[in-house]
């Protein structure tokens, strides 16, 4: 069984504009990046998890506008289904995002997205606290972008060292980072993170790390704490799927990240 743990979508009207602008950040910052897989449709994504055998998924809506995140939430809790979990979003400038992550939590959705790059704060700032604070309240998991992004290629929001220190002043907290702790910031995730307690997905690292970084940070920090995500589409499932079936890992390794971490994560 796989969930993929980090994937996109967009309410229909939107969909093939903010895929197409979101392509052309891309383009422009220089990464080599395959072809979205999808044109960021619901319906385009429940066909490629089929096509990709994943059994289910988990969709990361991002507000990127304070007014975003009331909309942004009631959609995700149209779209949630047995098969398609998703998180809601708030952002750190709305007034009432503390109130927001209450609503989040009655609408039965799963955990809160937030975007250090597109949101515009760093991943430590005393002003995400309360919000950190507020989600550990309600039991809500947080999953942060972390590492690079070809949204502002000059400076990373939220680094491995960052993350540290909100692990640090916020414990309590469920924290996932995405991009295995900071995309393309390995190396520092294995010196800052690694047997920490917080979880780190596999989103997108397929082809970025090797194959022997990827098992060392795995084996390493405790394959209790790896969620298989794959950044659909900006990566296939199928790209972290084939990591995770050719490294040398354990049936139970494979079976606690492909399924079972998130599974309890869910409370699936």
């Avoid at 507000?63 to 998180?87: G, H, Y």
């Avoid at 109130?99 to 991943?123: M, T, W």
């Avoid at 800052?192 to 997905?201: A, H, Q, R, T």
Wanted: glycine share 6%.
């Amino acid at each position: 069984m796989y969930i993929d743990f980090h994937t996109h979508a967009f309410a229909d009207a939107i969909a093939e504009r903010a895929i197409s602008k979101l392509e052309n950040t891309l383009i422009e910052s220089g990464l080599d990046s395959p072809p979205p897989a999808t044109r960021g449709t619901v319906r385009e994504l429940a066909e490629k998890l089929d096509e990709w055998g994943i059994d289910k998924a988990v969709i990361l809506p991002i507000a990127t506008k304070p007014s975003q995140q009331t909309v942004i939430n009631n959609w995700a809790k149209e779209i949630q289904s047995d098969r398609l979990c998703c998180f809601g979003s708030v952002h750190p400038e709305a007034e009432d995002a503390l109130e927001e992550l209450e609503r989040i939590k009655s609408l039965g959705l799963k955990g809160v997205k937030l975007h250090p790059d597109y949101q515009g704060f760093y991943a430590d700032e005393e002003r995400l606290f309360p919000i950190y604070r507020k989600c550990a309240e309600l039991g809500l998991p947080v999953i942060l972008h972390a590492g690079l992004d070809a949204m502002s290629m000059d400076c990373i929001h939220c680094t491995p060292q960052m993350s540290a220190r909100v692990l640090e002043a916020v414990p309590e907290m469920t924290l996932i980072l995405a991009h295995l702790g900071g995309n393309f910031c390995w190396n520092d995730v294995e010196k800052y993170l690694v047997g920490k307690n917080v979880y780190l997905d596999t989103a997108y690292i397929e082809g970025n790390i090797s194959d022997e970084q990827a098992l060392r940070i795995f084996r390493n920090h405790g394959t209790d704490k790896i969620l298989f995500a794959s950044d659909c589409p900006w990566h296939p499932s199928c790209r972290e799927r084939s990591l995770i079936e050719r490294l040398p890992l354990t049936e139970t390794e494979r079976e606690n990240i492909s399924h079972k971490n998130a599974e309890r994560l869910l409370g699936l």
